[in-house]
């Protein structure tokens, strides 16, 4: 059975550490976290979720874009968890797009990432995948992978008018 786990928030220090690189893949206590991270995801409307964010310092996220309420656009995949996840390579090609997260409730910011890089992770079942990401998947890597080096979106944004509430966003988006 899969729980719903408590979400930290922005000025929590958990959220400001730096990882633990995880050395066993096939730990049960690993394949309940990942189960549970994307019981989480999938009941706040989230598209990504780092361990961090319930309280596991460890280097673990879950990608899982679908479309949302939050992310109308998103594209559709299999919740995927990537353990000691690394980019390997960047586009260099920066593109701005309008980030939120869980840990930062009702605010967006408009941030630049790569728009394509290459990856390398170990799955739930300890096999080494690299692959290129594109686009919002991309950019959700990018967002999560931040989490695992206590980085947080409101600081990568380029100037303080790019951070904004949930409801100007929207305004923004769809007018
Ligand atoms: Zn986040």
Redesign the pocket.
Known sequence: MSKILQILEIGSPILRQNSATIANTTDPQLDALIVDLIATADAANGV???AP?VASSVRLFIVASRPSPRYPQAPTMEPTAMINPQIIDRSGDLVAGWEG????PGTRGLVLRDRAIEVRYLTRHGELVQQELTDFIARIFQ??LD?LDGI??PDRVSTPTDLITEAEYLKIAFD
């Open positions: 990504g979720i780092a964010q997260c869980l840990s930062v967002h999560e989490h947080l979106f």
